[in-house]
């Protein structure tokens, strides 16, 4: 099963719904396209939505990698969202939590992109 990518917007946040696959090939070629993509276009805000990934290998991580240092080099801020139990326990066994900020639910992830008030 190949990796499926669609965007959508939700205010300044660019979400990306993945589904399938994240391997060694087109799979990972396609995710750094998609991100190259929306930087490209002054997207700075991205979310990966990965709610309907199966699989990961370590191409695929370092994909993930890649897209967030891309991102952050512009200025940027890419975090993760819904990971399944597999990707999850991947992304644990290789503290790339320390990397990545990860979320449950989508309202509490477009929100974190939002400054935060001093307080007085």
């Known amino acids: ?33 998609a991100i190259r993509d929306l930087i490209s276009k002054g997207q700075k805000n991205i979310i990966l939505n990965l709610a309907e990934v199966t699989y990961i290998d370590s191409s695929g991580l ?4 890649g897209g967030f240092a891309t991102v952050s080099n512009r200025g940027g801020s890419l975090k993760l969202l819904n990971v399944q ?12 939590y320390s990397v990545f900020e990860a979320f449950t639910d989508e ?14």
Do not use: C, N
């Open 107 to 120: 309202a509490a992830a477009v929100a974190s992109f939002q400054p935060r008030a001093a307080s007085v």
């Open 1 to 33: 099963m190949s990796l499926k990518i669609s965007t959508r917007q939700v205010g300044d946040v660019a979400i990306l719904d993945l589904s399938g696959r994240i391997t060694l090939g087109e799979a990972s070629g396609s995710l750094r396209d």
């Open 85 to 96: 139990k597999r990707v999850d326990e991947l992304m644990q066994i290789t503290k790339l």
């Open 62 to 65: 370092g994909e993930l990698v």
